[in-house]
């Protein structure tokens, strides 16, 4: 006799209520291990004692299988298979594939329809199944009531059931505590929005996940223990396998291509302990138990909250002995989906549709109407070419087809009735895309330059003044900065030129300098490639010039930087009662060794040395302006 636990009754008592009610299309919520398919079989089991027919539909051969069995053991009926290699029956209670159903297009009697891993119940094989039972009762059960493209299952099903969360199934002891392992951060893939990483992107980070530190991390924390590994893809797959065995641990690969006979026998090894470790490509995340497995290693991304829940799911079910499993995430997994315990709010709805955005959407490409999600909107500066400014725009891709919206925030008119800000089409106007590496802070005095009002056109050569003076100033602008700025102030066709300009500029500036310290206060805090184009402008014999020089102050740093001579140094510093006597000092001593020294030296006197060591930077370089003439 089947013996339920409290919430799988509520949930049975609740899903007979809906129906009562008038609900047809019930989805019920419940946490990977909760039992989702006793609560089904037992649903099942009240219709097959009236005769009335049940048709449950599943994916994968094993989830059709563990349902088959479960409804054997609680309606003591053996259900017929729907399946490609399965002898059909009559039995009132039938489990079917849903790729063979719908290539069949021959449906059985049922007055209950249940949809196992409803999730996917948005695709067109499960609408059009559905739309051929008009007057059966729908059941769908998930643990995670959402498509992935996250926008909902409302039009699939009429109420939500949710049960008891992970978090309240470990403390009731019907899952395991675990422990997540995860930080290590190797991935630097750029991470898709509003859907899952593709075939080709989750071959490209790969690389991120390499079967050598899949291997490391499995001696640093997997205790030696039964482990399921989720791969990449199936190259991946099979590579980590390699490592393992490798190593001397009994290790098997599985995917969607190993043929069933050799699926079975693998894992059946694995069940009865004599493979150690399973690594599969996109098979084990659904209908796969055994509750022994105590380690679970994620080296593959997702941005699927379903996916990732699913993966974990696999080593929470409680077993004799099994204190908690080890969840090594090696991906940043857990940073974007958070732990399985964590509180999560499911709902029919998109979750797009969020009463706290900005306002309403209309996507220019499908004209839907829908409300973005604020963490789903995206946020970049783009160049307003007619208005001459940089202007924040805000981006979100369309609820309905998916395509990217952008839109701005109307200046004057900022806020609206109840603090809505007012939305602006991005239609109709000139842009010009900022890319990643520029920082428009850094480009306003351009900016700025180009919107001042002459008597006249601005000349080549007063352009070229701008960026010239603009890049003295800015001594930490990048190359893609410069180049920027040349295209804002028109100069885009002749940027070989004018770069090549500002490089000899530089180089001259450098040229001029005194010492390697001249240098280092010029050049420290310009970009690397800024300082590899000005290099380039060297002879030979000047880059070995240079090259001594640095040594040489890399030797004398090493002397002056001593503890002892910086005190020295301190000491005659806290001595100097006026400017006359840090400039002697100034030509005395190494100048970094100064500013080291100096640092140590506060209040007062403190703030003196630092006004005279910039002063004495002013004309250091005031001396150099007058030497090369970089700005006449």
């Not at 329809?113 to 559905?130: C, F, G, M, P």
């Not at 969020?354 to 160049?383: N, Q, Y």
């Not at 804002?488 to 310290?517: C, G």
Request: aromatic share 8%.
């Amino acid at each position: 006799m089947l013996v339920l636990r409290d919430y799988q009754e509520d949930l049975v008592s609740k899903t007979l209520g809906a129906w009562t009610n008038g609900t047809r299309k019930v989805l019920l919520q419940l946490s990977t291990g909760g039992g989702k398919t006793v609560i089904f079989a037992a649903i099942a089991s009240q219709f097959a004692r009236h005769q009335e027919g049940v048709l449950v539909i599943a994916h994968r051969e094993e989830l059709i299988l563990q349902a088959a069995s479960k409804l054997e053991s609680v309606t003591e009926k053996a259900p017929g298979i729907i399946k490609a290699g399965y002898k059909p029956t009559d039995s009132l209670i039938q489990v079917g594939s849903i790729q063979t159903l719908a290539r069949r297009k021959n449906y059985p009697s049922a007055g209950l329809v249940i949809i196992d891993e409803a999730h996917h119940a948005s695709a067109n094989s499960y609408r059009k199944l559905i739309e051929a039972y008009p007057n059966a009762l729908i059941l769908g059960v998930t643990a995670t009531p959402r498509r992935e493209d996250g926008y909902g299952l409302r039009d699939v099903f009429d109420e939500l059931i949710c049960s008891v969360s992970t978090k309240e199934l470990i403390a009731l002891g019907y899952l395991t505590d675990y422990k997540l392992i995860a930080g290590f951060k190797y991935s630097k893939h750029k991470v898709p929005k509003k859907r899952d990483f593709t075939k080709k992107e989750l071959s490209e980070v790969a690389q991120d996940y390499k079967p050598e530190e899949v291997l490391k991390q499995w001696n640093n924390f997997g205790d030696n223990k039964k482990t399921i590994i989720f791969a990449v893809d199936v190259a991946h797959s099979k590579s980590i396998t390699t490592q393992f065995r490798m190593a001397g641990i009994a290790c098997e690969h599985i995917d969607g291509e190993t043929e069933q006979d050799e699926r079975k026998e693998i894992l059946d090894r694995f069940r009865k302990g004599a493979t150690q470790v399973i690594s599969n490509c996109a098979i084990l995340t659904e209908g796969f138990d055994c509750p022994d497995s105590e380690v679970v290693i994620i080296a593959r991304p997702t941005t699927s909250v379903t996916l990732w829940l699913q993966m974990i799911g696999r080593v929470l079910r409680p077993y004799p002995g099994k204190t908690h499993a080890v969840i090594i995430d090696m991906t940043d997994n857990w940073y974007r989906l958070g732990r399985p315990c964590d509180h999560r709010e499911w709902s029919l709805e998109p979750i797009t549709c969020d009463p706290d955005t900005m306002g309403a959407r209309c996507c220019s490409s499908c004209h839907h109407v829908f409300k973005p999600m604020p963490a789903l909107i995206r946020t970049s500066e783009i160049f307003n070419t007619q208005r001459c400014e940089f202007v924040t725009t805000y981006e979100a891709d369309c609820a309905n087809c998916g395509k990217p919206l952008r839109w701005v925030l109307e200046e004057g008119r900022v806020v609206e009735g109840g603090g809505t800000p007012v939305i602006a089409s991005c239609e109709g106007a000139e842009w010009l895309e900022v890319p990643a590496s520029v920082r428009p802070a850094v480009l306003r005095p351009i900016v700025e330059n180009k919107k001042r009002k002459y008597r006249g056109n601005k000349t080549y050569t007063e352009k070229v003044q701008a960026i010239k003076y603009w890049i003295e100033e800015n001594i930490d602008v990048n190359l893609d900065e410069i180049k920027y700025a040349l295209t804002l102030m028109d100069l885009k066709a002749s940027q070989p030129f004018v770069l090549s300009n500002v490089f000899a500029s530089i180089a001259n500036k450098i040229r001029t300098s005194s010492d390697w310290d001249d240098v280092v206060q010029y050049m420290s805090s310009r970009s690397d490639d800024l300082k590899k184009a000005v290099w380039e402008k060297f002879s030979v014999e000047e880059k070995q010039k240079l090259t001594r020089w640095k040594n040489r102050y890399t030797e004398e740093l090493a002397v002056w930087g001593s503890e002892e001579n910086l005190r020295v140094i301190q000491k005659d510093l806290e001595a100097c009662e006026k400017f006359e006597m840090f400039e002697e000092l100034w030509q005395i001593y190494n100048k970094t060794a100064i500013r080291d020294a100096s640092k140590r030296i506060t209040g007062e006197k403190g703030a003196d040395l630092q006004r005279w060591i910039s002063r004495m930077d002013y004309l250091r370089e005031l001396n150099s302006i007058n030497k090369n003439g970089v700005f006449s």
